[in-house]
């Protein structure tokens, strides 16, 4: 079932989608909207437990410190015994996260129903 929130912020949207909290990240991320979106991120993924879905279909523009909202929630998520998965098709944002390694500890999904219909644990804790 979808459940729709209200927008949080103009960069980040928050819903529920089969059990998971879907973060939709929107537009530019830099350093400026990621002071915008943190306070919000922490609060959907610090809670126990937490299936978070981060995807990144609306951005525009994704620069390091999107990289560093990604990294942040998906420790938060896995420190806390929740699962994180992340959806992006983004061609430069795709390449930031292999460089960075970080597509090989938050693995990207094409689709969001491909990310809620993985059964295997998303976003493997494989060192920090």
Do not use: K, W
């Amino acid at each position: 079932m979808r459940q729709e929130s209200a927008s949080p912020t103009r960069h980040l949207r928050v819903r529920h989608d089969r059990g998971h909290t879907v973060l939709e990240f929107r537009g530019e991320i830099d350093i400026a909207s990621a002071a915008e979106i943190a306070p919000r991120l922490d609060h959907e993924t610090g809670r126990p437990g937490a299936l978070v879905v981060l995807d990144l279909g609306g951005i525009e523009f994704f620069d390091c410190s999107g990289l560093r909202l990604l990294y942040r929630a998906r420790n938060q998520v896995l420190d806390r015994g929740g699962q994180v998965r992340l959806v992006c098709t983004h061609p430069l944002t795709l390449r930031m996260l292999r460089i960075t390694g970080l597509a090989g500890l938050l693995p990207p999904c094409r689709t969001l129903d491909e990310a809620l219909g993985v059964s295997r644990p998303g976003g493997r804790r494989t060192g920090r």
